[in-house]
């Protein structure tokens, strides 16, 4: 199959439409405001798109647990000791068949506007993720839209046991679950006297906790607010399922998808299996997989083996952080696309921090040759510290040469996170989420975000001059990459060559192929320029087969037309000169 660049717009749903400014810790609904469905509105859509995007990952879709009264609408109300933060945690889920009625106009109509919602998105070009998260669910789980014939998770169970292979869960014979010993600051609804808070929580038997934990009463840290999904895998680690032949890593979907057909497996397979068909059939057009790595392997080829004979053009994208199991979780589990955090991502902070050289960006590229098409970059999402706060870079223009970079550096799609491309910080106390990240658990506003968002309009009139600079450059640079036929050409190196010239802050590699030859450049310093002269290796000249002479490129990511750099090629070898003030990030573009 050819090789396609994508890019990938994460927005917090619930918080891109969001106009309040409050931002009260521990805020209601009522007081600090919510993001709906309707928001992403034909404006926002056409802006979103015109930033350079292919697909939106609508994240905190599916129906989670929260504390707000829908009662009228037929929905249990959540226990607030087991919900993070008032507005809840996305990765808690507690109807899988269901949308979150904070996120519609009219909670009983939440179905068809989020279908709506998937009309508008194709509509302007751009497809639909939304997460599913196999590993866990919430603490109560629920169905009220259950297709005919679904039974909800742990329905069904044997709970006088600790494991069955088709149980759903893990249990705690003879024992109550018991909340942790939660610290004053995250104390439920922040330690407001609530009616639902009147009674404990009880769950007896206690489930295993959603990380993992078999305690009773879990530790704080743990994932207390959700409990594992059981796979088959037995408490002792075995496998109580059929494993894939060893071979299986070079085969295609289709084979797998005809392996399982001759199995039986455990019955949390089936029902994540029905979640994803029910899904896709919907019109969602793929999917962000929370924690895969905690799932077995095998469970993946069972899962995206039918979603591929459903659609084969699904994309499937998930977090899995141990290298060592990249690989596998790709050929054998047929994920298409894997975070990169724990080299990239961890990497390009590291420079921005000043904390390691750009010397360790090839390093980390040449480790990932054989998967670099799979390995999806990003500088900011939901998990991690934003960019421009303190804790990470501490200024959005480091969003330049590390997303050039990030973007530039493979054929894998490039992630950014809503708020992101106008310098967002996350410097809120949301009550639950605290700053740095913009929390997932509260009812807060997205301050810059909401800048550019300008009272509806969807057109940046709040932004500084500054801000819209940055935006215009993530503009550029996305659209770039969408366009650029070297994008899924060939990668060079061209730091090692010239690692003195560069520096520890400057980096400088190559991407080509028949038509185009691009030299992505870059300075990390905030404070420093670099002018340099760099050399092409003779090994590259000869690959491209350039003549000697000279030879102009544009910069595609320059403001003004007149951007130029000329490369000079004698006796075979090339050499330029190049300008890079702080926080430069170039794409020199020679049309060959």
Not at 88 to 117: C, H, I, Q, T
Not at 305 to 326: C, G, T, W
Not at 328 to 353: E, F, P, S, T
Not at 453 to 475: I, W
Request: proline fraction near 5%; include cysteine.
């Amino acid at each position: 199959m050819k090789k396609q660049k994508y890019s990938v717009y994460q927005v917090f749903t619930r918080l891109f439409g969001n106009q309040c400014a409050r931002n009260q810790p521990w805020g209601t609904l009522e007081e600090n405001g919510v993001g709906k469905f309707s928001d992403f509105n034909d404006d926002a859509l056409a802006a979103i798109k015109q930033l350079g995007i292919s697909h939106i990952w609508y994240t905190g879709v599916p129906h989670h647990a929260l504390v707000r009264d829908y009662q009228a609408y037929g929905i249990d109300n959540d226990h607030p000791a087991v919900v993070k933060g008032r507005a809840g945690s996305p990765y808690a889920v507690k109807d899988y068949y269901s949308v979150n009625p904070d996120l519609a106009d009219n909670p009983a109509e939440r179905m068809a506007e989020f279908a709506a919602l998937i009309e508008r998105t194709h509509r302007h070009g751009m497809r639909v993720i939304i997460d599913i998260v196999p590993n866990h669910v919430a603490r109560k789980y629920h169905g009220l839209n259950n297709p005919e014939g679904v039974r909800d998770f742990g329905a069904d169970d044997d709970t006088s046991v600790e494991y069955h292979r088709d149980n759903n869960f893990y249990y705690i014979p003879g024992h109550a679950f018991q909340l942790p010993d939660i610290p004053t600051p995250f104390s439920p609804l922040g330690g407001e006297a609530h009616p639902q808070l009147a009674q404990p929580y009880q769950e007896f038997p206690a489930k295993w906790t959603g990380n993992g934990s078999r305690l009773a009463k879990p530790n704080f840290d743990d994932w207390y607010e959700t409990v594992k999904v059981n796979y088959g895998v037995r408490p002792d680690g075995s496998k109580d399922f059929a494993e894939l032949p060893a071979d299986f890593a070079q085969k295609t979907a289709a084979e797998h998808f005809a392996f399982w057909q001759q199995q039986d497996v455990p019955d949390s397979w089936k029902k994540f299996r029905d979640i994803a068909l029910y899904w896709l059939d919907f019109g969602v057009d793929g999917f962000r997989y929370d924690m895969a790595e905690m799932v077995p392997v095998e469970f993946w080829s069972y899962l995206n083996s039918h979603i591929k004979m459903r659609n084969p053009d699904a994309f499937l994208m998930a977090e899995v952080y141990q290298p060592h199991l990249y690989r596998d979780y790709l050929h054998l589990g047929k994920m298409d696309y894997l975070y990169d955090k724990v080299d990239l991502y961890d990497g390009l902070k590291a420079v921005m921090q000043n904390r390691a050289s750009t010397a360790i960006i090839g390093e980390i590229q040449a480790q990932m040759m054989d998967i670099e098409h799979h390995m999806l970059h990003f500088l900011d999402n939901h998990d991690e510290q934003r960019l421009a706060s303190p804790q990470f870079a501490g200024d959005a223009e480091f969003g330049r040469p590390a997303m050039l970079v990030s973007a530039l550096l493979s054929s894998s799609p490039t992630m950014i996170y809503f708020g992101q491309e106008v310098g967002e910080a996350g410097a809120e106390t949301g009550g639950f989420g605290q700053p740095s990240r913009t929390s997932i658990f509260d009812y807060v506003g997205v301050p810059e975000h909401q800048k550019w968002m300008n009272e509806g309009q969807f057109d940046g009139g709040q932004l500084s001059e500054k801000q819209r600079a940055l935006r215009a450059f993530y503009s550029r640079l996305l659209n770039f990459t969408l366009t650029s036929s070297a994008m899924c050409g060939e990668y060079y190196d061209l730091y090692s060559r010239n690692q003195q010239a560069l520096g520890h802050f400057c980096h400088l590699f190559a991407r080509f192929d028949s038509q185009q030859l691009v030299l992505a450049a870059s300075n990390f310093s905030a404070h420093h320029s670099n002018a340099c002269q760099v050399v092409l290796p003779e090994a590259l000249i000869a690959q491209l087969a350039l003549a000697d002479g000279q030879y102009t490129f544009s910069n595609a990511l320059s403001e003004t037309d007149g951007d130029r750099l000329t490369l000079t090629v004698e006796n075979g070898l090339g050499h330029a000169s190049l300008e890079l003030p702080s926080f430069a990030a170039c794409a020199w573009v020679l049309e060959r």
